[in-house]
């Protein structure tokens, strides 16, 4: 049982660059969501998502996209990488409201 | 704007020894989670609490959600260096006119709890 896998565990990105951060989670959860950590600050949720086709934003939105096609898979991406954005980045799921399963992050540099 | 306030933000303990964490908020929470994050990896969840006053007890940690389920705490007996790690809390919320649509779940910045050999 896999749980919730995030690729890559690592990136370096140029600013202005563009890429996918990829989660999947095997456990047929409706809940995905997206949260950054920056050192000392918590975790803030960057979009979710209740279902196959449906997404909504959340406190950190700006910079970065989503989509849910299927149940199992939830990509973020950021389409012009930007120092701001250098981050660990989780995804998680649940089969009801509030992120119950992590993946084991992202950490993503933006140089 | 909800805010948790997670108390302290760094401990450091010798194994065998008694703590109590603390997540304070001037909000109140339709439930609270509490969570442990270990180096390079995602927060684990332990607990989520939902009603004023409510205990639970999880082997050697045991969690309280305060009587107006604004604040909880975390109190852990005989510490041992496995339970070394970041503890989140997050207090979930539901605005009145969302009608359950708006769920929100605010996390504080945690407590860095390090037990010694």
């Known amino acids: 049982n896999a749980g919730v896998t995030q690729t890559p565990k690592f990136r370096i990105l140029k600013i202005g660059q563009s890429m996918t951060l990829q989660c999947a989670q095997d456990?047929?959860?409706?809940?995905m969501y997206w949260y950054r950590q920056d050192p000392g600050m918590g975790l803030k949720l960057i979009y979710y998502?209740?279902?196959?086709?449906?997404?909504d934003k959340g406190e950190v939105p700006n910079g970065y996209n989503v989509s849910r096609s299927t149940t199992e898979d939830f990509p973020l991406r950021l389409e012009l990488a930007a120092p701001s954005q250098t981050s660990v980045y989780f995804c998680a799921s649940s089969y009801s409201r509030g992120p119950k399963h992590f993946g084991d992050g992202t950490r993503l540099s933006i140089l | 704007t909800q805010l948790l306030e997670q108390s302290p933000q760094f401990l450091s303990i010798q194994e065998g020894e008694n703590l109590t964490v603390y997540c304070n908020s001037s909000?109140?929470?339709?439930?609270l989670q509490w969570y442990r994050q270990e180096p390079g990896e995602g927060p684990v969840l332990l607990v989520t609490v939902v009603t004023g006053g409510e205990v639970k007890k999880l082997k050697r940690l045991t969690f309280q959600f305060g009587d107006a389920r604004k604040d909880s705490s975390l109190h852990i007996t005989a510490a041992q260096p496995g339970d070394t790690g970041l503890y989140l809390c997050a207090g979930a919320s539901l605005p009145s006119n969302s009608g359950g649509s708006n769920y929100k779940l605010t996390f504080g910045k945690g407590t860095l709890l390090t037990v010694n050999p």
């Open positions: 998502s209740v279902g196959a086709g449906i997404t």
């Open positions: 909000s109140v929470f339709s439930s």
């Open positions: 456990m047929n959860h409706n809940y």
